[in-house]
Structure formats: C-alpha cells, structure tokens
T-cell receptor, first 112, second 111 residues
Framework: DTEVTQTPKHLVMGMTNKKSLKCEQH?????MYWYKQKAKKPPELMFV???????INESVPSRFSPECPNSSLLNLHLHALQPEDSALYLC???????????FGPGTRLTVT | DAKTTQPPSMDCAEGRAANLPCNHS???????VYWYRQIHSQGPQYIIH???NNETNEMASLIITEDRKSSTLILPHATLRDTAVYYC????????????FGSGTRLSIRP
C-alpha cells in the first residue's frame, strides 16, 4: 500500500459545526503533515507530527486542532470555522521527517 | 530554507523533452533540491531530489549546476498527463526543516 488516503473528499459545514478530517497511511511512515491550499495558491504547511508528537505548528488558529492517535492516522478537528477557511486540506506523510513527502488527494472544505 | 525562483509558465510539445529551470542562488551546503508537481485537483506528487550530483529516476532527471545555484528538471518525453504545476524547493536535511512551496511553474503540454 503506497498511498495516503483522506476522507471525506468534500465537506460543507456551517460556522457553528464541528467536523473532522481524516488521513491514513499504511506505509510505516513516521511523519505526517497537514497543509492548507487556497485556490490558485501553493500549499501552506499547517502542522507536522513526528513519531506521533506535534513538532511544528505554523501558528494555526485554535479552531483547527490536529490529533495523531497512532502512527498511521492523522485527524484534523474543525470547530467554529470562518468562510475564509474554505480551502483544499492536504495530508502528507514521509518515512522520516527529513524524507520526501507523499500527499493524499485532499479534502475540499467549504464553510458557509 | 533558500528561496527558489521559477518561471511562472512554460509549454512544451508532446513527445519532446520538457526542461524546467530553477534558480536557488542562496542555497546552503546542506540544502537539497526537491521537485514536486501538482496535477489539477490532485495532491502534490514527489518527483525527485538531489544534493550535488545529477539524479535520474523513472519519472525525471535532475541536473544541478556545479555551483549549486541552479538546477533543471527534465521530463524526457513529455505527455499530456505531465501538464501540472511544478515546484522546485530547497530544503535542509533536518527534522526541523519543512517544505515551503513557492509559486511554481505551470507546465502545459501541447498535442
């Protein structure tokens, strides 16, 4: 299994909703990442987990809450989002934090 | 991490070699050059990386100048499926280092 999977593919949520994005990899990778990508812009790093511990938080607002329950799974919990948070959310993993990253297809989030 | 500079867009005829340039004049000795691409509506895809020597894999070749201030990604026989945004990234080989995507080059392959 050489892929990173993300669910759901699309998500529409209201500003008062709580939802979660899920990312899974079964490649034995020890680092996992969340990126945010707005339309026609490059991806921007949000969080890095290394060996299941949060190692980088790029000053992301607390309405985004990452969680790494185990080495294969990464969640992004969403609460009280704003319409400007609408974007493609990408998950990635790498064998080690220094290695090349493998990306999932993303979750397209719309906040209404 | 060093800043990289790429042309915003390029095009190439199908079947020809696509040569994508990248300038990284402030690259430090421990920074690798990585290339990723992003096909429309998909996640980025790792292509290749290198430090000093030229590298080749099943997808592409990476040519790094001797002074390491620039590099070229070569897709030897471009197909329509190679139409994508290509990102050149300079990244330290450190666990604290992170990928910083620039604007990339939008490569269009014409039939």
């Amino acid at each position: 299994d050489t892929e990173v999977t993300q669910t759901p593919k699309h998500l529409v949520m209201g500003m008062t909703n709580k939802k979660s994005l899920k990312c899974e990899q079964h490649m034995g990778h020890r680092a996992m990442y969340w990126y945010k990508q707005k339309a026609k812009k490059p991806p921007e790093l949000m969080f890095v987990y290394s060996y299941e511990k949060l190692s980088i938080n790029e000053s992301v607002p607390s309405r985004f809450s990452p969680e790494c329950p185990n080495s294969s799974l990464l969640n992004l919990h969403l609460h009280a989002l704003q319409p400007e948070d609408s974007a493609l959310y990408l998950c990635a993993s790498s064998q080690e934090p220094v290695s090349e990253q493998y990306f999932g297809p993303g979750t397209r989030l719309t906040v209404t | 991490d060093a800043k990289t500079t790429q042309p915003p867009s390029m095009d190439c005829a199908e079947g020809r070699a696509a040569n994508l340039p990248c300038n990284h004049s402030t690259i430090s000795g421990n920074e690798y050059v990585y290339w990723y691409r992003q096909i429309h509506s998909q996640g980025p895809q790792y292509i290749i990386h290198g430090l000093k020597n030229n590298e080749t894999n099943e997808m592409a070749s990476l040519i790094i100048t001797e002074d390491r201030k620039s590099s070229t990604l070569i897709l030897p026989h471009a197909t329509l499926r190679d139409t994508a945004v290509y990102y050149c990234i300079a990244k330290e080989d450190s666990s604290a280092s992170k990928i910083i995507f620039g604007s990339g080059t939008r490569l269009s392959i014409r039939p």
